[in-house]
């Protein structure tokens, strides 16, 4: 489903399945982290679709041939620290020669803006497409941050792939980086007056890490 052009719900029944058991309180930690990784993958494959192919020669038992591999330096994936974490071995799964840079950033409770406190991009960040990683846009805060940090380094293109987005970060993000393509899982229904996305499935990062 598209949302606008540049957003899109990969409302696929498995995912949709995967995330409905997330979102129980009753899901521990195990189970939430494999199902993060594995909803991950499943969007990974959605997300790369226009992924950019090159001819090559090959050699089958039978006869030469001409056949499709992807083109030029390829992906990097950014996960935004910690929650973005849990998504990292879904996508490799898919995409093994990857490289994989890392954005650390909080919210601040008060306030919810992020603080940042890391950031480590493959160095040939500027001949690879980026798909950052996070799956939680409440208001879209952190997004909009690890995007505008990653731009100064000049890639490709960046994709971002989140699992729920709340209405006002998903508009927030699409606004502030008109550029970039983002996908979701679902599209919730709000953020509560601490920022937490309703119904939602809670701090991600506490979940994944067990950290609560
Ligand atoms: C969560 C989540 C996002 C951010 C979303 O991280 O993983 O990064 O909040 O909120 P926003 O859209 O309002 O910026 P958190 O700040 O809880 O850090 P953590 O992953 O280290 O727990
Ligand atoms: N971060 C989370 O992990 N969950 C929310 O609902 C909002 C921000």
Redesign the pocket.
């Given at each position: 489903m598209n949302l606008t052009d540049k957003i899109t719900i990969t409302d696929h029944p498995l995912i949709q399945h995967k995330l409905t058991i997330m979102r129980k309180s009753t899901t521990g930690s195990k189970e939430f982290r494999a199902l993060v990784s594995e909803i991950a993958m499943l969007m990974c494959y959605e997300a790369t679709r226009d992924l950019p192919l090159t001819e090559v020669e090959i050699e089958t038992p039978i006869q030469k041939t001409r056949k499709n591999v992807l083109a030029g330096k390829k992906l990097a994936f950014v996960p935004?620290?910690?929650?973005g974490l849990g998504m990292v071995d879904g996508v490799l799964t898919l995409v093994p020669s990857a490289r994989v840079g890392h954005i650390g950033?909080?919210?601040d409770p008060e306030t919810?803006n992020?603080v940042e406190y890391y950031c480590k991009l493959p160095a040939d960040i500027g001949e690879r497409e980026v798909i950052v990683l996070?799956?939680?846009?409440?208001?879209?805060?952190?997004?909009i941050d690890a995007i505008t940090q990653i731009k100064k380094r000049g890639p490709k293109s960046i994709k971002f792939m989140g699992i729920i987005g709340a209405p006002e970060?998903l508009k927030a993000l699409s606004e502030a980086h008109p550029d970039v393509e983002i996908y979701v899982a679902a599209m919730d229904e709000r953020l509560n007056s601490h920022?937490y996305i309703v119904p939602g499935l809670g701090?991600?990062?506490?979940r994944i890490f067990g950290t609560k």
């Amino acid at each position: 489903m598209n949302l606008t052009d540049k957003i899109t719900i990969t409302d696929h029944p498995l995912i949709q399945h995967k995330l409905t058991i997330m979102r129980k309180s009753t899901t521990g930690s195990k189970e939430f982290r494999a199902l993060v990784s594995e909803i991950a993958m499943l969007m990974c494959y959605e997300a790369t679709r226009d992924l950019p192919l090159t001819e090559v020669e090959i050699e089958t038992p039978i006869q030469k041939t001409r056949k499709n591999v992807l083109a030029g330096k390829k992906l990097a994936f950014v996960p935004i620290l910690r929650a973005g974490l849990g998504m990292v071995d879904g996508v490799l799964t898919l995409v093994p020669s990857a490289r994989v840079g890392h954005i650390g950033l909080y919210r601040d409770p008060e306030t919810l803006n992020p603080v940042e406190y890391y950031c480590k991009l493959p160095a040939d960040i500027g001949e690879r497409e980026v798909i950052v990683l996070d799956p939680m846009i409440a208001t879209g805060g952190s997004a909009i941050d690890a995007i505008t940090q990653i731009k100064k380094r000049g890639p490709k293109s960046i994709k971002f792939m989140g699992i729920i987005g709340a209405p006002e970060g998903l508009k927030a993000l699409s606004e502030a980086h008109p550029d970039v393509e983002i996908y979701v899982a679902a599209m919730d229904e709000r953020l509560n007056s601490h920022g937490y996305i309703v119904p939602g499935l809670g701090d991600a990062g506490d979940r994944i890490f067990g950290t609560k």
